[in-house]
């Protein structure tokens, strides 16, 4: 007689950690490449506005700016303060930036437990070897500002991550998994915060006026254009009437 071996009940649990793994995995394939999307299809739009539409709005303010210059006269004909006047009082020094903080010897041990701990070249594969390379580099920028707080934020950082956990028995496994699925969750949680970010610019609902009007078949950029032209033109009549000597 065989006798057929029970699956463990952490078993079970570890393949509900995997398979939801996998789906949050997919989700944020998707999520991201959703973001990817807008950021590109927004830059696409802002290069498109600011070449029909932003040059004309600045040639319009260059203009309205001569014109009122014109109107105050030539600068260079202006009338110079007399000798007795009294002098201008003295501008206040603009305030002097915070000092950079000193490296401490706490800040010093600190930095070099989480170097021993994190450094790349302890990783096992090119994932944890990526992992420890950001975090390294995370701490050498606060170790150069001798931030002392961002340094203990970046060993913490290292601590929960799964990367951490290098025991293979089931009880690890778990934990790993654990770990990832938290971290996957979080970068949803940032994704997800990004495009709300982005839809709530006055630049995405702007193209977003201007993708429904195209919809109506209207093009709003377009007659945008042929307003900000118009006025360039009255605008340039304006001011070489009141530069026109006869």
Known sequence: MTLVRSAQPHDDEIEGLRARLTGLESALDERAAEVARAKSDLEAFRIRYRQDVGRLHEELDDLERAIA?????????????????????????????????????????????????????????????????ALMAEANRAYALGDEDRLRWVLQAWERSPEAVQDSAPDATRLRLTRRIEQLEDE???????????????????????????????????????????????????????????
Not at 212 to 239: C, F, P, S, T
């Open 69 to 133: 210059e014109a109107e105050l006269g030539e600068l260079s004909k202006r009338v110079e303060k007399g000798d007795g006047e009294p002098a201008a009082p003295p501008v206040d020094a603009p305030p002097s930036e915070q000092p950079p903080k000193y490296t401490s010897d706490a800040v010093r041990r600190l930095f070099r437990d989480v170097a021993k701990t994190i450094h790349p070249d302890l990783a096992r594969d090119e994932s944890t070897r990526d992992r420890r390379h």
């Open 188 to 246: 949803l949680k940032a994704c997800d915060t990004d495009l709300a970010a982005l839809r709530e610019s006055a630049l995405w609902q702007l193209k977003a006026l201007v993708d429904e009007a195209a919809a109506q078949g209207r093009d709003l950029v377009a007659d945008a254009v042929r307003r900000l032209k118009r006025d360039i033109m009255a605008a340039r009549n304006r001011l070489d009437a009141m530069q026109w000597h006869p």
